[in-house]
């Protein structure tokens, strides 16, 4: 065989390998981006330790859009009865990417916990459908835990 059959052939293989997989890589490019995540947000729960009352605005967000906002007065602790609020909201529950914000209005402590932070915490979520936050507003700080839930409520 001579070289010039060789180089010929050469060529067009590899103008054959670029035809292909440069529309290849433009289709793909799309779907390999984002997916949706493997557990939804179901619930929060807000608990003041504090002695004294305070106010406590949350956001939430999911896809970036605020979906909720809302100012929470909470009561002084008083001998161990810490007041409680539990959010679920309709825009809760889906396996979407949410973000919640906490601040505390009269100490100007903010905290936030995001679906990717959930995603980071936990390897396997097994049969789980979504994860609940728990805020604690302690005295010096907020705190936030997270919780697997079998279901997500009012889905």
């Not at 729960?45 to 896809?63: A, L, S, T």
Request: with cysteine; glycine share 8%; proline share 3%.
């Amino acid at each position: 065989m001579d070289d010039k059959y060789c180089h010929t052939i050469t060529k067009m293989y590899r103008r054959k390998y670029i035809q292909i997989s440069v529309p290849a890589a433009v289709l793909v490019s799309g779907c390999i981006e984002r997916t949706d995540p493997p557990i939804g947000f179901g619930e929060l729960y807000v608990v003041n330790h504090r002695e004294q009352e305070v106010d406590v605005q949350i956001k939430i967000k999911k896809e970036s859009e605020e979906v909720y906002d809302n100012i929470h007065g909470f009561g002084g602790n008083e001998s161990n009865a810490a007041e409680t609020v539990r959010i679920i909201d309709d825009a809760m529950g889906e396996r979407s990417y949410y973000e919640v914000e906490i601040t505390d209005l009269s100490e100007n402590i903010d905290r936030s916990y995001s679906t990717e932070e959930a995603e980071e915490f936990v390897d396997d979520w097994g049969e789980n459908e979504c994860f609940g936050l728990i805020v604690t507003i302690e005295p010096d700080d907020i705190y936030i835990g997270i919780q697997s839930m079998s279901s997500c409520p009012g889905r």
